[in-house]
């Protein structure tokens, strides 16, 4: 496990990252958390997908990159769009 202090100007702490890599013999795989355990990274083999709180994701392996963002009602998730084409699911 690797962690890391980063400090602004005044010299207070700034951002704080836990990274914790694994490897195995087909791939290694590393996710990068904030000073609130929320994930904010995550490379899987060649796939690189950074997210933003529970509403976005960008994922790029290669030259190809794929875009989510997932909307919220009444603390349910209810729908997501991937790369512009939305889903839902109906609210019962």
């Known amino acids: 496990m690797m962690s890391e202090t980063h400090n602004d100007l005044n010299g207070r702490d700034d951002t704080f990252f836990n990274e914790f890599d694994w490897v195995s013999s087909r791939v290694t795989t590393s996710y990068t958390y904030d000073a609130d355990g929320n994930r904010i990274k ?19 392996s290669g030259s ?23 889903r839902w699911r109906p609210i019962t």
């Not at 995550?42 to 790029?60: C, D, K, L, P, W």
């Open 64 to 86: 190809s990159t794929t875009i989510t963002k997932y909307y919220q009602a009444g603390g349910q998730r209810i729908a997501l769009r991937v790369n512009g084409v939305v």
């Open 42 to 60: 995550s490379v899987i083999g060649s796939n690189t997908t950074v997210y933003v709180g529970a509403i976005y994701e960008q994922t790029t």
